[in-house]
């Protein structure tokens, strides 16, 4: 059975940006899910990069307690904002 497809309108200048990264005989259905696939990917990197510099911050002492002191004078500070508003 054949896929259903859609229209995308796009700027023409869009277009052919999209047909320059285009390799050769590649559509342009298959250049947008690459990108969307190079998207998800760095967003995942980008993720596990995050995660492994909280772990290796809170193996730090001092790095936790200064998060802690700076936690708390944005508080007091919001604090202070908010009183003022009143």
């Known amino acids: 059975m054949a896929e259903n497809k859609t229209t995308i309108t ?3 200048a869009t277009r052919d940006e999209l047909q320059t990264l285009a390799k050769p005989n590649e559509s342009l259905d298959a250049v947008i899910n690459r990108l969307i696939g190079h998207y998800k990917s760095s967003q995942s990197r980008n993720r596990l990069a995050w995660e492994n510099r909280i772990a290796a911050d809170r193996q730090n002492a001092s790095a936790v307690a200064w998060a802690e002191r700076q936690a708390d004078r944005l508080e007091e500070r919001l604090a202070q904002r ?3 508003h009143e």
Do not use: D, I, N, V
Request: no cysteine; charged share 15%; aromatic share 0%.
């Open 10 to 12: 796009t700027r023409p």
């Open 82 to 84: 908010q009183a003022a």
